[in-house]
């Protein structure tokens, strides 16, 4: 089945299926973000000489900015590995040499061939200023109309909120066992206390598709791909005259 034939199909279908709102309370589990230790030494030299030694020590360069100066710092490279292959958020907790500071990691360079991490960028966390932060959408619970034969299409995986540092979530975990056939959870239905929730309201996160839309996603796309392979031999078809005639003018 062609891939973006079907995802083009389920498209116009979930609009003409899937446009019932969820009308009942959205259950979800919140955890207030955690908080992850990590140890980091004050660089005597920064440029790029100096980060390919740093490397060749098995140290990561970083920086932190925000309010104030920028940082520059070391880690060890072991020390990064629940941080960074983690699939939760975390609010970092930076000792640079005994002085403690509350951030978030924002940006991760890694090498293009081997994926070895290169570089970090930390942001520095100010109590009373609100940020913005990307978290992870999970999902638990078998619905019913799953239940029924429908087939659950979770549209969006992470989500953009933003809240003061001591509101922040790791992750938005949203119970669907009330999810029926056609019916749709959407942005705007998530409600977080004291956190704002960026992006269109109507936006479609998790859906329930009915069997009958099952069956005409399967029998869009095959009608597809049989036209594809269908228009593939009359495109050489016609292609082949300006060939002759190429090969005459040679």
């Given at each position: 089945m062609n891939t973006e034939v079907s995802v083009h199909y389920l498209s116009i279908i979930n609009l003409r299926f899937s446009l019932n709102k969820f009308s009942k309370q959205l259950k979800l589990n919140l955890i207030k973000m955690q908080t992850f230790e990590l140890k980091g030494k004050l660089r005597d030299q920064v440029g790029r000489r100096a980060s390919?030694?740093?490397?060749?020590?098995?140290?990561?360069?970083?920086?932190?900015?925000?309010?104030?100066?920028?940082?520059?710092?070391?880690?060890?490279?072991?020390?990064?590995?629940?941080?960074?292959?983690?699939?939760?958020?975390?609010?970092?907790?930076?000792?640079?040499?005994?002085?403690?500071?509350?951030?978030?990691?924002?940006?991760?360079?890694?090498?293009?061939?081997?994926?070895?991490?290169?570089?970090?960028?930390?942001?520095?966390?100010?109590?009373?200023?609100?940020?913005?932060s990307v978290v992870p959408i999970k999902l638990t619970g078998q619905s019913v109309?799953?239940?029924?034969?429908?087939?659950?299409?979770?549209?969006?995986?992470?989500?953009?909120?933003?809240?003061?540092?001591?509101?922040?979530?790791?992750?938005?975990t949203i119970d669907v066992t009330d999810l029926d056939v056609s019916n749709t959870i959407r942005m705007g239905d998530i409600k977080i206390k004291n956190i704002e929730v960026l992006g269109a309201k109507?936006?479609?996160?998790v859906t329930v598709i009915s069997p009958r839309a099952l069956k005409a996603i399967a029998d869009a796309a095959a009608a597809a791909d049989a036209a594809a392979k269908t228009a593939a031999?009359?495109?050489?078809?016609?292609?082949?005259p300006d060939a002759v005639k190429d090969e005459k003018k040679d």
């Amino acid at each position: 089945m062609n891939t973006e034939v079907s995802v083009h199909y389920l498209s116009i279908i979930n609009l003409r299926f899937s446009l019932n709102k969820f009308s009942k309370q959205l259950k979800l589990n919140l955890i207030k973000m955690q908080t992850f230790e990590l140890k980091g030494k004050l660089r005597d030299q920064v440029g790029r000489r100096a980060s390919k030694d740093a490397r060749s020590g098995e140290m990561v360069p970083c920086i932190l900015y925000g309010d104030g100066e920028n940082i520059n710092f070391e880690v060890a490279k072991t020390a990064l590995k629940t941080l960074v292959y983690s699939p939760n958020v975390y609010k970092v907790i930076l000792n640079i040499d005994g002085n403690s500071t509350e951030t978030l990691m924002r940006e991760i360079q890694f090498h293009k061939v081997t994926d070895e991490i290169l570089h970090i960028d930390f942001l520095k966390l100010n109590p009373k200023k609100k940020i913005t932060s990307v978290v992870p959408i999970k999902l638990t619970g078998q619905s019913v109309g799953v239940k029924s034969g429908g087939k659950l299409i979770q549209r969006i995986r992470k989500i953009t909120i933003k809240g003061l540092p001591k509101d922040l979530v790791d992750k938005v975990t949203i119970d669907v066992t009330d999810l029926d056939v056609s019916n749709t959870i959407r942005m705007g239905d998530i409600k977080i206390k004291n956190i704002e929730v960026l992006g269109a309201k109507s936006i479609p996160l998790v859906t329930v598709i009915s069997p009958r839309a099952l069956k005409a996603i399967a029998d869009a796309a095959a009608a597809a791909d049989a036209a594809a392979k269908t228009a593939a031999p009359v495109a050489a078809v016609a292609a082949a005259p300006d060939a002759v005639k190429d090969e005459k003018k040679d």
